[in-house]
Each structure stands twice: as C-alpha cells, then as structure tokens.
C-alpha cells in the first residue's frame, strides 16, 4: 500500500497532510521547549530556597550544628539542592535531544517537501502543455476541414454553373484540392499531438506522480518515526534521572531516620551544663539575741560569712546569679582563659582550643617537613633552586611551631587547673540530692512515709559512691578522645585499596573518619571489622562529630 498507488489523485490532500505532519512536529518542540523553561525556573526557585536556608558561614564552630535535628535539616536542604540538579538535568536533555534535534530535521523535512511539490508541480505543467498543444492540433484540424469541405462546395456549384468560365472552376477546384491538402495535414499532425498527449498523461500518472507520493510518503514516514523517537525521549529523559532523584528521597528520609531526641538532650547538656552546685539552704539569721551565736550544723545556724553573723556581701552576690535562674544577667567580661565561663563549659572550650591548636602545630610540622625535603633536593640539585631562599620560610615555621606549643602548655595548665578545682570543688548538693530522689522513690512505692523514719537509707557502698568525685575519669576519656574518630562517612562508590597505605571499601558502606583530608585527595578511615587505611576523599559523604 503506497500513496502513488492508491492516492494518485490527491495532491492536494498529500500537500494538506504533509504539512499538517511538519506543523504538528513544530508543535510538539514548542510544548517541549515550554516544559523545558518550566523545569529551569523549578529548579532555580529549588536553588534560591536551598541558599536562603543553607549557613553562609561554616556552621562546624556554631553551637546548633551539634544538634542531630538540624544536620537533618542541613543534610534535607543538600539533598533538595541535588534534586533541583536533577530537574536541570532534565531540562538540558529535553532542549538538546528533543527541541534542537526536532528543529533541525524539522528544517530539512521542509526543503525535502518543497522540492518533490516542485518536482510535481513541473510534470503537471509539462502535462499541461502537452494537453494545450493537442487542444490547438485539434481546433487546426477541425477548422481546416470545414474550410475544405466549403472549398469542396464551392468547386462542384461552379462547376455546374454554365456562366462561369473555365479558369474559374480550375481555380476553385485548386483551391479544394489545397484546403483538402491542408486538412490532411493537421489530420496527422492532430493524430501526432494526440499520441503524444496519452504518452506524456500515461508517463505523469503511471510513473511520474506515483514516484513524487511515494518520495513524500517515505519523507512523512521518517518524520513520524522521529517523533515517536521524540515522544520516547520525554519520557525517557524523565526516567534516566529517577534512581538519582531516588537516592535524594532515599538520603531525606535517612536524614529523618538519624535524628535523635535524646542524643539531642546529652547534647543540650554537653553544651551548656555548668557544673555549678545547686544554692544551699538559705540559714536562719536570729537578730533577737545580742549576744553572739555560735553557727549549728541545723538550718538556723549562722552562716558562712562575717565575724558578727551576718551574710558576706560578696557571698550574697556569688549566689544571686545561681538561686535566680531566669534573671537577667549582666554580660560577662571575655578573659583569655575562659574564667568567666561555668566550670564545665572552660573545660570543654580550653579542650576545644587544645585539639585546634594541635591541628594547627601538625600543619606547621608537616609544613616544615616538606620545606627541608625541598632543601634537601635544592641542595643536592643547584639548578632545580637556591637553598638559602627556603632559610626565611623555614625560620618562620619554626617560630609558628614554639608559638603554638607553648600556647598547648598555656591552655594545658589552664584546663589542669580547672580540673583541680572541679574536683576540689564537689558538691555536697548532690548527696542531699540523692537523698531526695530516694525519698521521693519511697514515697511513690510506698504511697505513705511513717512518722519518725528516716529520710532516705543507703548502704555503705552506695554511700561510698557518692563520695567518689564526679570528674575522676575525665583524664582517661581524655586520652581515649584523642584517639577516637572524629566523624563518620559513608562510601558513595566502591575502591579497590590495592596501593600501599590505601584501604578497599563497598558502595554504601559506613567506615569511621580518623583524618581528615589535608589537601592531597586522601583521607584516613576506619572499617567497623577493622583495618585503617586511605581511600579518596571525592568517594566519600563525610559528617564530622
């Protein structure tokens, strides 16, 4: 079935169809094209959203970035800002695949169209011309024929006129004989046009025509091929970046899945216990006896304070702060050896400032290290360069290097201290404490307390406990810290650890982050069955303590 077979007389309808075909492909482009700038403004209003709400600054020194809740969230914008690549991917794929190809051959399918038309449109005007000679051949014929016929006439009615003379019916009778003579002529050549005619029409619809339908049925057939093709491609484009915009859901919902209320609670505590005792009983001050009281181990002894009885000022002011919990307070001076800061928050920031600078007395080691290597080959090879122009660096270093220790035995002697005085300074608040709570556990499993028993009983090891000083393991964790793993992180690809000093890890994997990259690409990890090594930092999604 074919068009010059069965539709060898519809060109107009063919001219119609073929150009609906090609307008219905510049149709499809500009709906694409239009699905494009709508995926392109998505994922810009997604990259807008992910930068108002991502910090501008680096959030690992922000208290709030401790919190697992908000490095969900954090981890939810970053994953928003993958999808919104995706949907930019999307759009490039549809723009080249679809609208710049589609236009391009949609361009060429119209020349190809333009050409055939032209093509028919020459054989319909030679058909044309050849019909129009076979007209004229024809009339030529017919009007010399009455034009012999007449002479005809006129030659018999003269002769058989007894007026007319002789010349006269020999002329006329020539005159018959030529229109006779005439009429033969365009006889044959009417007969030649007409043979003619019937080969140029037979040519036109049997062989002529039929070639043009089908060089334009095959040209229309490619057409709707490539718009099937195009059809594929919107959906397939679609379906490329799905396992992608997976792995985005698919690292939302793990977001959600690691927060932790109540590591967020230890956190809280972490951040913000002081390690101040809780204010003690106010005592009873009796100004109706003048003579002097001598201070009793019940509530209304004198306090602590001046020799008269009465409260030390300054005692009353160490206390207001504490006993008043939501007053407001006054902002304390900054000292350098954080002083002005809760026991346990010095101990943690002098902590904090240890380990940076021990960070950065590494870097300066390394740095000097790699500065006497270069030395080294300087001077075993002049014209690679001068060794005496790496001496100001390396004095520099240096310099950085006895800087950095001796502030590491500053902050070191500032935190022994403040260990010192929190051991010094237990609370007697958290026996009294305990007792409480065992009284109130009392209460509730007895429902009653008998008249006269005691407040609370414990035994001499739970007794011998309380007195044990609440920090006295904060040495051993100490030196277990500088050890432990500073973060953790998951292999986004699989390596193959084959070099020395390197590490194989499997996609998805979650190894422990013991160092982190110092700027060569590398990074030193820990497998939860063991084994420590160095695998590419590019193959890792890192998230630090």
């Known amino acids: 079935m074919d068009w010059g077979t069965e539709l060898w007389d519809q060109f107009d309808d063919v001219e119609r169809h073929t150009q609906w075909g090609l307008d219905l492909m510049e149709k499809y482009v500009k709906f694409v094209k239009e699905r494009t700038e709508i995926e392109q403004a998505y994922a810009k209003q997604l990259r807008n959203l992910v930068k108002k709400y991502l910090p501008k600054r680096n959030t690992r020194e922000d208290p709030e970035s401790k919190f697992c809740q908000y490095q969900a969230f954090l981890q939810v914008v970053k994953e928003l800002n993958d999808f919104a690549g995706q949907r930019e991917v999307v759009a490039e794929n549809l723009m080249t695949r679809i609208c710049v190809e589609l236009s391009k051959h949609a361009q060429e399918l119209k020349q190809e169209r333009k050409s055939h038309f032209q093509e028919g449109r020459r054989a319909q005007q030679q058909l044309e011309n050849s019909f129009k000679q076979l007209e004229n051949s024809k009339r030529k014929f017919e009007r010399d024929c009455r034009e012999a016929e007449k002479a005809m006439l006129v030659a018999e009615k003269l002769d058989q006129d007894l007026n007319a003379t ?16 005439m009429a033969e002529e365009s006889k044959n050549e009417y007969a030649s046009f007409l043979q003619k005619f019937n080969r140029d029409q037979s040519q036109f619809y049997f062989l002529e025509m039929p070639q043009i339908f089908n060089k334009l049925q095959e040209m229309d057939e490619r057409r ?10 919107f959906s397939e484009t679609e379906r490329q970046v799905m396992p992608i915009i997976g792995k985005c859901l698919d690292g939302m919902k793990a977001a959600a899945d690691s927060v932790n209320e109540k590591n967020d609670s230890q956190v809280l505590i972490e951040l913000h216990k002081s390690g101040f005792e809780r204010p003690g009983d106010v005592d009873f001050e009796d100004f109706s006896q003048p003579i002097n009281r001598t201070s009793s181990d019940s509530s209304l002894g004198t306090p602590r304070g001046t020799l008269d009885g009465r409260l030390d000022p300054r ?27 809760p026991p346990e928050q010095r101990r943690k ?26 030395k080294d080959v300087y001077q075993k090879t002049p014209q690679m360069g001068d060794p005496a122009s790496l001496e100001p660096k390396i004095s520099e270093t240096l310099s950085n290097i006895e800087k950095l220790r001796l502030e590491i035995q500053k902050y070191e002697s500032w935190l022994a201290e403040a260990e010192r005085r929190m ?38 090891d739970s007794q011998d406990a309380l007195n044990q000083p609440i920090y006295t393991e904060f040495d051993e964790d100490f030196e277990e810290d500088l050890a432990s793993p500073i973060g953790t992180c998951v292999a986004m690809y699989q390596f193959e650890g084959s070099s020395e000093g390197t590490i194989s890890m499997t996609e998805g994997e979650e190894l422990s982050l013991m ?3 110092k700027g060569d690409g590398w990074t030193r990890v820990r497998r939860s069955k063991g084994g420590e090594g160095y695998v590419p930092t590019s193959y890792l999604r890192v998230t630090l303590n």
């Open 423 to 460: 051991l010094s300074n237990r609370p007697e608040n958290t026996l009294r404490y305990s007792c409480h709570l065992d009284h109130t556990t009392t209460l509730n499993n007895n429902g009653s307390h008998e008249k006269g028993s005691p407040d609370a009983t414990h035994s001499d």
């Open 224 to 233: 709707t091929v490539r718009l099937k093709e195009g059809y594929g491609i």
């Open 315 to 341: 005692l009353l002011g160490k206390n207001k702060g504490k006993r008043w919990l939501f007053s407001k307070k006054n902002k304390p001076v900054i000292t350098e050896d954080f002083s002005h800061l």
């Open 349 to 374: 920031k002098l902590q904090q400032k240890i380990e940076e600078r021990n960070r950065e007395l590494q870097k300066e080691i390394d740095q000097r290290d790699a500065l006497n290597k270069m």
């Open 166 to 181: 002789k010349a006269d019916v020999e002329k006329a009778k020539q005159q018959a004989n030529l229109r006779s003579h």
């Open 515 to 517: 160092e982190e990259d």
